[in-house]
């Protein structure tokens, strides 16, 4: 089965449609998404091919190829696209803000840059067509963990130059819901929304989703008597299994991972499946690579390394082998849920994200991992790197769910938090409980670490 009459995803063939599915359909669009693996990788050489091609109307892919000595002829099967040069964020920064666009300006529709504190920020350009892919990819997404068209879905996403606003609400009218562009904050407004339009999906963040139900509590809204609510879409920052868990149990709905970044398109490029067994990563619309970030060769699937990948559908701006930073691994290539797109475990975090205390390596989900194991703790938390004379330290500061002067019970549960994370991370930090509501809530991605190391060096 061919999941178009031609497999170029780069020309105006019109996108596969759930047309004449039903509601009962499984998949958003059956051609692609039940494709075999031989067939995945069929479509992926093709597309690669092309993208190859397609990179040479740009200088400076002309010159990497030049650099590498290789030409698109070089890519004759699918492995050949270890032969291709990495990209990189500071790529995009030194070529800010068109120098990478593959398509001439007056082709493109939108443009979306991320913020840049360190330097140039960076540009992505989109055509219509890029608009369209990545709206598919959404709605794909919602489809496969059941949403329909008589969904109501409520967009908490940060708006903007942030592509999780527009991904999200684009990909879900695509599927067809009534889509509230809620934005981010507000929580009152929020919880409104949710009772009085029947919203039966939400995208946010983690971290603000924990946020809202506390507030749902002090409004004295039961999210399962109340509301309608039935699924959510948590991703954009990095969350362990326990805060999901503890996100489903909370609101009494399943939550789904969701990957995406804005150099890819946006939300969309990962998705869990109802078996919430990994991400799906859609393959015909990128190659994943999971490689070791020092050597840069590949890692053998289940071992951890850097997730880089390749645009196969991207007009305004394809990007060959993308160093995105992200640590992951492969969890498999088959689901029970019948597509065969590769699936990945949750990303452990950046490699950037990672603390080095004391000589040991720690990433703040491993914190969290633990710290959401009691019940005892609410479920806001920020993690301060200090240097005193001698050492660094790590103080963990988290909030209790329920107010209490019981000193002892305190002074137990502390001492048992600190053995615990010495378990996890090797080293003993400072742990302070507070109360509920007094450490601060960004509207986006949560900062979770104030590395205030930094003065002292
Ligand atoms: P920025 O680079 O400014 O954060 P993006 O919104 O493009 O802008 O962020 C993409 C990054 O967000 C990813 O590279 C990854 O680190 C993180 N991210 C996105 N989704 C997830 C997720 N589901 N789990 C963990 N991290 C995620
Ligand atoms: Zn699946």
């Given amino acids: 089965m061919k999941p178009n009459n031609n497999n170029s995803c780069m020309d105006s063939t019109p996108l596969p449609t759930r047309e004449g599915q039903g509601g009962g359909a499984a998949f958003f669009n059956p051609e692609t998404e039940t494709l075999s693996r031989e067939q995945i990788e069929a479509l992926q050489l093709e597309r690669l091919q092309q993208t190859v091609r397609h990179c040479m109307n740009n200088e400076f892919y002309q010159k990497k190829f030049k650099e590498a000595g290789i030409t698109p002829d070089d890519i004759k099967t699918l492995a050949d696209v270890r032969k291709l040069p990495f990209t990189t964020k500071q790529d995009l920064r030194d070529t800010y803000p068109f120098g990478m666009a593959c398509v001439p300006l007056r082709d493109c529709v ?9 330097g140039n920020p960076t540009v992505i350009l989109h055509t219509q067509k890029d608009l369209d892919e990545w709206a ?20 908490s996403s940060g708006y903007g130059m942030f592509t999780g606003g527009l991904g999200f609400q684009y990909g879900a009218e695509k599927l067809g819901m009534l889509t509230v562009p809620a934005a981010a904050g ?16 939400i995208h946010a963040v983690p971290s603000y989703i924990t946020r809202l139900y506390e507030v749902m509590k002090e409004q004295g809204v039961d999210p399962r008597r109340d509301t309608k609510l039935k699924m959510l879409a948590i ?9 999901r868990q503890r996100i489903e149990d909370l609101l009494g709905v399943k939550a789904y991972n969701s990957f995406g970044m804005s150099e890819m398109c946006g939300p969309g490029v990962g998705f869990e499946c109802p078996e919430q067994n990994g991400m799906h990563f859609w393959e015909d619309y990128y190659i994943v690579e999971i490689v070791d970030p020092e050597t840069l060769e590949p890692v053998p699937d289940g071992e951890i390394g850097e997730l880089v990948l390749t ?5 305004a701006m394809p990007l060959l082998r993308y160093r995105t930073r992200d640590l992951t ?46 019940s005892e703790l609410g479920n806001n938390y920020l993690i301060t790197l200090t240097t005193d004379a001698e050492n660094d330290n790590m103080t963990v500061e988290v909030e209790l769910a329920e107010p209490t002067d019981d000193y002892k019970k305190l002074q137990t549960l502390e001492r048992e938090i600190k053995r615990r994370l010495k378990d996890e991370i090797l080293l003993t930090p400072i742990v302070k409980l507070v109360p509920q509501g007094s450490l601060p809530v960004s509207e986006g991605k949560a900062v979770r670490v104030v590395d205030k190391r930094k003065v002292y060096q």
């Fill in 110 to 118: 939108r443009l979306h840059s991320s913020s840049g504190t360190t």
């Fill in 311 to 315: 645009t196969l559908c991207r007009e």
């Fill in 136 to 155: 598919n990819q959404v709605a794909r997404n919602l489809w496969m963990v059941g949403l329909r068209p008589d969904d109501v879905f409520q967009n």
């Fill in 235 to 243: 991703g954009a920052e990095p969350h362990s299994e326990e805060q």
């Fill in 329 to 374: 691994r492969v969890l498999g290539r088959t689901c029970p849920c019948g597509r065969n797109h590769i699936r990945l475990d949750r990303m452990r975090g950046r490699s950037d994200d990672m603390m080095v205390l004391r000589g040991v390596n720690i990433f703040p989900i491993q914190i969290e991992k633990i710290l959401m194991q009691f």
């Fill in 186 to 201: 507000n929580s009152l407004r929020q919880i409104k929304f949710i009772t009085d339009f029947g919203t039966t999906a």
